[in-house]
């Protein structure tokens, strides 16, 4: 008896805990410690939904009541995933060949890991998917030397491979109007890659980018800085834009949404579900950090969360038209 009541103050201690770090995360703009309670609305929501359970079974209504408002408070920050907007609501939610004279497009959005020596899965993935544009993160060369023959049917590509967490290789079956490598941020800052691409009646920016972890103070401000001026370069673009990118931020982080709000993109995931890429394998822990973001006169046809590759995170797949400025 004793030990039953125990684990059950236990759980109530540990509902209470989740309630605290709940709060916490409001917190993200003053410190990037804070920031880091942000990510896992989807575990607090879960966990505390559960723990109201506990408190209402033994009949502690002012507990039950406090973790089933907190996990109503968690659950508001996930529900935009499952909710279409108006002008998705217009736009087929599967995969498509083209609408009119549009071509549907293919991109494959893929963090390898710098560690990861499986090439032959990154390689069925890609022959299944059959991308028009592949953006690796955490290339190697190494890597780029398994697939070298990637070059036959992608000829198009801008890469700078490196040892460390941050080489960076884009590959496209379509002609690049314009490429460069960019550091948003400072020179130090991990590569970046910006193309503009002519696939059909109308051109689009993509940038591919993987700011800095945000798992120290440095860090975050860097990773907050490169997040500033992508969204500088963003708002120049007079063309449509797809960023596509690990970006070593949840959904539920305010520099998100301040991304979002400083660009006018959107994000894919909404109406799609959680769709979570990392950390792979550890499902307790999945959030979603890899991201496809877009403006408008770019229309996505579809995204999905292709299968384990041998990386910590899951690579993503866009189907998206481009209709115009």
């Not at 359970?53 to 089933?68: D, E, N, T, V």
């Not at 022959?127 to 890597?143: C, R, V």
């Not at 002609?175 to 941020?185: E, L």
């Not at 860097?222 to 969204?231: E, H, K, M, S, V």
Request: aromatic share 10%; proline share 9%; glycine share 8%.
């Amino acid at each position: 008896m004793k030990l039953g009541i125990r684990i059950t103050n236990l759980l109530t201690a540990t509902g209470f805990l989740a309630c605290m770090v709940t709060l916490v995360g409001f917190l993200g703009p003053f410190w990037w410690g804070f920031e880091l309670a942000t990510h896992f609305r989807v575990q607090y929501a879960l966990a505390l939904g559960g723990f109201a359970l506990i408190p209402l079974a033994r009949r502690q209504w002012r507990w039950s009541a406090l973790f089933g408002a907190f996990a109503l408070l968690n659950l508001a920050f996930i529900l935009p995933a499952f909710q279409l907007s108006a002008l998705q609501a217009e736009a087929p939610t599967t995969p498509v060949t083209a609408t009119g004279n549009l071509p549907t497009l293919r991109a494959l959005l893929a963090n390898v890991n710098a560690d990861n020596r499986d090439a032959e899965r990154l390689r069925r993935l890609i022959a299944a998917s059959d991308p028009d544009m592949i953006l690796l993160l955490e290339a190697t060369p190494w890597l780029l030397d398994q697939l070298r023959d990637l070059g036959r049917r992608y000829p198009h590509h801008l890469t700078e491979p490196r040892e460390d967490p941050f080489g960076i290789a884009l590959f496209s079956r379509h002609p690049f109007v314009q490429s460069q490598i960019v550091h948003f941020g400072d020179a130090i800052s991990p590569p970046a890659v910006m193309v503009t691409i002519n696939a059909g009646e109308h051109p689009f920016a993509l940038i591919g980018v993987h700011p800095w972890p945000p798992v120290s103070a440095d860090l975050a401000e860097g990773r907050n800085a490169q997040l500033r001026a992508l969204a500088t370069r963003v708002r120049q673009c007079q063309i449509p834009v797809l960023v596509l990118g690990d970006l070593n931020l949840s959904p539920w982080s305010p520099w998100f949404a301040r991304l979002l709000a400083d660009t006018g993109l959107r994000d894919s995931r909404r109406g799609r579900g959680l769709q979570p890429s990392w950390p792979a394998g550890w499902w307790p822990l999945w959030i979603p950090i890899d991201h496809a973001l877009f403006s408008a006169g770019i229309r996505i046809q579809h995204r999905e969360i292709g299968p384990a590759i041998g990386s910590d995170h899951y690579p993503v797949i866009v189907d998206f038209q481009v209709s115009g400025p």
